[in-house]
């Protein structure tokens, strides 16, 4: 069956100072990946997706950035944290076949102070 | 392009009283929808979907939801909550050829013992 982990789980981070979430899919190949965030009481903004490696879609224009270095391995980086960056930051995959689900990762709990 | 709207926030409903959470979609093509459940601190999971074939569909934790097309909606329904299902709620639509889902803004389940 397929699992997809994403860490950390938690982190508290200076403004200004650098970030990576880290996001792996297992028992699947070529997966769609995505990074979502997830604001204190509101919705999930969809930040990236990817359908392959090294191809990535940014769906918001910020100060945020992701990686795809290999098939199952998707990766959120930022140079500078603002403020504004705090949230809860989920990944989640996709086979990409019509009408497949999304299935989500256990989310990562970002707070910038 | 897809769409979805969730028009109520918040909904308190009293331990073992029926539950409809409301869902409205808006496309121009057939899409695949989805109801997803998210405990606090933790990530979505998938409750049920609707692909094609039969309107009503079962999902886990006793949850249901009814396909109408004629009034695009997908709302999601249960005879008698639990106070375990306190938890926020989205709906998602995909389209066929899209690579994401479209969620809505959340619907906030309290169930009040």
């Known amino acids: 069956s397929q699992t997809i982990h994403q860490w950390p789980a938690t982190l508290v981070q200076p403004v200004g100072s650098p970030l990576s979430l880290e996001c792996t899919v297992e028992?699947?190949?070529?997966?769609?990946l995505y990074w979502y965030r997830q604001a204190a009481g509101r919705g999930l903004q969809l930040l990236f997706y990817?359908?392959?490696?090294?191809?990535i879609s940014s769906e918001v224009p910020q100060n945020l950035s992701a990686s795809r270095p290999q098939d199952r391995q998707f990766i959120l980086s930022s140079k500078k944290l603002l403020l504004s960056d705090s949230g809860f930051y989920l990944c989640?995959?996709?086979?990409?076949?019509?009408?497949?689900?999304?299935?989500f990762g256990e989310g990562s709990w970002l707070t910038v102070v | 392009a897809q769409s979805v709207t969730q028009l109520d926030s918040q909904v308190p409903v009293f331990e073992e009283a029926p539950v409809e959470l409301r869902c409205n979609y808006s496309?121009?093509?057939?899409?695949?929808l989805f109801w997803y459940v998210q405990y606090p601190n933790q990530g979505l999971q998938l409750l049920l979907k609707?692909?094609?074939?039969?309107?009503l569909v079962k999902g886990i934790n006793g949850f249901e939801a009814e396909f109408n097309k004629s009034q695009t909606s997908f709302h999601l329904r249960k005879p008698s909550v639990h106070i375990s299902d306190t938890a926020e709620y989205f709906c998602?639509?995909?389209?066929?050829?899209?690579?994401?889902?479209?969620f809505g803004t959340g619907t906030r389940l309290t169930v009040i013992p």
């Open positions: 989640a995959w996709t086979s990409g076949g019509a009408g497949v689900p999304i299935y």
């Open positions: 028992g699947t190949s070529n997966p769609n």
């Open positions: 990817s359908v392959g490696i090294g191809q």
């Open positions: 496309s121009s093509v057939s899409v695949y």
């Open positions: 609707y692909l094609s074939g039969s309107t």
């Open positions: 998602a639509v995909r389209g066929p050829g899209a690579n994401n889902l479209f």
